[in-house]
C-alpha cells in the first residue's frame, strides 16, 4: 500500500507515520530526511544536493526524484510506502505518478488531516520540552504533575522551540494552503482523497486512517 499524508506542521503528520511504520511496517519516506541522510553519506545524489544547498539554493524537484527514485528501488515489494510532505506541487505530484508506476506501485490513499487554525496555533504555541530528557509537555493539554518539574527525569529545565510562535504557525497554515491546495482536485477526481479530523486525539486519529485503510 502507498500512501500520501498530507497536513499543516503540527498537525501530527509525523506522529501517524511513525505508527503506520511500527504497525504495518511501512516505510515512512520524508523528503526532507531522506536529503539529509544522503548529504550525510555523501551519495552522489546526496553530494549533488549539497553543492545546490551551499549556494544557498533550493534543492530542484529533478534531486528529490532521484532520492525517491533510490529509496523505492531499496524497498521490497511487499513494504508500503509512505509519503510525508511529498508531493507539495502539481509537478512533484505527476513526477511521483512516474516513478511508482516505473517500480511497479500505485497510490492507493491520499490522507489529509483535517485541522481548525485556530486550535492548531493553541496546540503548538503551548508546547514545551524538557531540556534534559526531551518529555513533551503543553500548557494547556499536559502540564507536569508537579509544576516546574518534568515527571520523566525530575530536570527543571524547560525549552521551548523559537518557531513555536503564532505568526510563524499561521505562515505556515497560509504555505501549506497555497501549496497543497492545487495537487488536491486531481486525486479527488481519482477518487482516492480522504480527510481525517486531525484535531482529534492521536488514537482516534489512527483510528480513522486504520478504517481507510481496512
Known sequence: MNIILLG?????KGTQSARLVDHY??????????????VKAQTPVGLKAKAVMDRGELVSDEIVSE???AELAAMGPDTGAIFDGYPRTEAQAEILDQLLEKHGRALDHVIELDVDEDALVERI???FTCANCGAGYHDTFQQPTVE????????TEFKRRP???EETVRTRM????AKTAPILPGYEARGIVR???GMADIDAVAASIDAILG
Open 174 to 177: 497560509q504555505e501549506y494552503r
Open 125 to 127: 504555541t503551548g508546547r
Open 163 to 165: 518557531d513555536d510562535n
Open 148 to 155: 516546574g518539574v518534568c515527571d520523566k527525569c525530575g530536570s
Open 25 to 38: 511496517g511501512m516505510r515512512q519516506l520524508s523528503t526532507g530526511d531522506m536529503l539529509r541522510a544522503a
Open 8 to 12: 499543516p506542521p503540527g498537525a501530527g
Open 195 to 197: 480527510r481525517v479530523d
Open 67 to 69: 532520492l525517491i527514485d
